[in-house]
């Protein structure tokens, strides 16, 4: 069963900092790319970041801006999303996706309030 389960969520302050994980299983991890969605209240989800498999690289939404670097470690079976500068219109819940098996997290909730 391909399962993702993402942690690291949590509420900061405008400007601050988070790092949110993803473990996933159930499938050859190393070889597919993963992305990052995030879904704010009353709004459709949005993509954020796409990390390809094997030598991963990587995609951003034009929101972010360079304030979020995605990582993976295929050893752990791990990807990761850096959130930098957070603001208040990044508040949101984030899921990890996989979508060659149509398949999402739980999500971790983002809040960013002063």
């Known amino acids: 069963e391909v399962q993702l389960v993402e942690s690291g969520g949590g509420l900061v302050q405008p400007g601050g900092s988070l790092r949110l994980s993803c473990a996933a299983s159930?499938?050859?991890?190393?070889?597919?790319?993963m992305d990052w969605i995030r879904q704010a209240p009353g709004n459709a989800p949005e993509w954020v970041s796409t990390?390809?498999?094997?030598?991963?690289?990587?995609n951003y939404a034009s929101f972010v801006k360079g304030r979020f670097t995605v990582s993976r470690d295929n050893a752990k079976n791990m990807v990761y999303l850096q959130l930098n500068n957070l603001q208040p219109e990044d508040t949101a819940v984030y899921y990890c996706a996989q979508s060659n098996f149509n398949v999402r997290g739980q999500g971790t909730q983002v809040t960013v309030s002063s």
């Open positions: 990390i390809r498999g094997g030598g991963g690289g990587t």
């Open positions: 159930g499938f050859s991890f190393g070889t597919y790319e």
